[in-house]
């Protein structure tokens, strides 16, 4: 039986360079800092940074993982102060009364961002 979702794993391009952008996007230092690896405690999930190789190369994409948040419209106007950009979004999903942003970070890497 699943019980809920513990960590996410992010496969990067550039470690440092993601990991500071990410670091101050989040307002938090990680609680792992390794050569290829970094890692964020938000709530109760890890959010992983992973150097990007042959086997688990980076990507823009695929699986979103979408992370609650207080304020939308200031979250997204943080990111693209940082450097982000919208990738798609806002749209409002009727079924859960909640409006999304997915955020395309620095990098290539997109996230999402609800409320």
């Known amino acids: 039986m699943f019980k809920e979702l513990i960590t996410v794993l992010l496969f990067v391009n550039d470690i440092r360079s993601s990991k500071e952008w990410y670091q101050n996007f989040l307002l938090m230092d ?63 999903v009727k079924e859960t009364s909640r409006t999304i942003v997915q955020i395309k970070d620095p990098f290539g890497n997109v996230f999402g961002i609800e409320c």
């Open 30 to 92: 990680p609680i792992e800092d390794l050569p290829n690896f970094a890692s964020f405690l938000i709530g109760s999930t890890y959010f992983n940074l992973h150097l990007a190789d042959a086997l688990s190369p980076h990507s823009t994409g695929g699986t979103v993982v979408y992370w609650g948040v207080e304020n939308l419209q200031i979250t997204t106007a943080r990111a693209i102060s940082m450097g982000g950009s919208v990738h798609r979004g806002p749209l409002y």
